[in-house]
């Protein structure tokens, strides 16, 4: 079956770095995607990664290894602002979107 | 965990028609679901919220009467298109919430009008 998985919660500083890590199994790959998503929000994209490597924008970045089936997001500097969810998407063989259940990320200051 | 699907996956129809897109959550039950669209920029924006057995919520500039949405039970929402245009070829993505924080997001539809 296609499976995506990352943690549940995680906890940072306020000013520090953290990783939130994606991990997939699925048939085919196009590409995969970093959503934000603020409580009783819209998730708001952050990043999409179809080739290997690292994607830098600001603070965030993506990386993505396509042969360990593996992505992480980083984020720096944290702030409080950076409180959501943070969600991971993989487009399968199908363009189907295979959805983590997503990372609760708590920022303390 | 929570599992949202949709059907179709995909659908190709001619200018003028109308498509039915369908959003059920398989393994719990959603007083509310979103459609989203994504746009090649890959991001979502949100058209509309349907909560079950009341009219749908659109957000400014999503035509209501352009974008149908039926909520009828607790885990079926329907997307209709109407007189679809090739402007209306996007994808479009469904999710389910479970809890007040917790949403689960379907696989898409992607629609291609000629």
């Known amino acids: 079956g296609q499976n995506i998985d990352q943690p549940t919660e995680m906890t940072a500083t306020e000013g520090a770095i953290v990783q939130i890590n994606c991990t997939y199994q699925t048939s085919g790959f196009n590409g995969l995607f970093w959503y934000q998503q603020h409580a009783g929000e819209a998730p708001t994209f952050l990043s999409y990664n179809v080739l290997d490597g690292l994607e830098e924008k600001g603070r965030f970045s993506s990386f993505l290894s396509r042969s360990k089936g593996y992505s992480y997001l980083l984020l720096k500097e944290l702030q409080m602002k950076d409180s959501a969810s943070y969600l991971c998407?993989?487009?399968?063989?199908?363009?189907?979107?295979?959805w983590g259940a997503g990372t609760k990320l708590i920022i303390k200051p | 965990g929570a599992v949202v699907s949709q059907h179709p996956s995909w659908v190709i129809c001619k200018s003028g028609t109308s498509v039915k897109i369908e959003c059920r959550s398989l393994?719990?039950?959603?007083?509310?679901m979103f459609w989203y669209r994504q746009f090649p920029k890959q991001s979502l924006m949100l058209m509309a919220t349907s909560n079950e057995g009341s009219k749908a919520t659109y957000e400014q500039g999503v035509e209501k009467d352009k974008f149908l949405i039926n909520h009828a039970s607790l885990t079926l929402s329907t997307l209709t298109v109407t007189s679809a245009h090739p402007e209306d070829s996007s994808f479009y993505i469904c999710?389910?919430?479970?809890?007040?924080?917790?949403?689960?997001f379907g696989p898409g539809t992607r629609l291609t009008v000629l």
């Open positions: 393994d719990f039950q959603a007083t509310t």
């Open positions: 999710s389910a919430r479970l809890l007040e924080n917790e949403q689960f």
């Open positions: 998407a993989v487009k399968d063989s199908n363009y189907q979107l295979i």
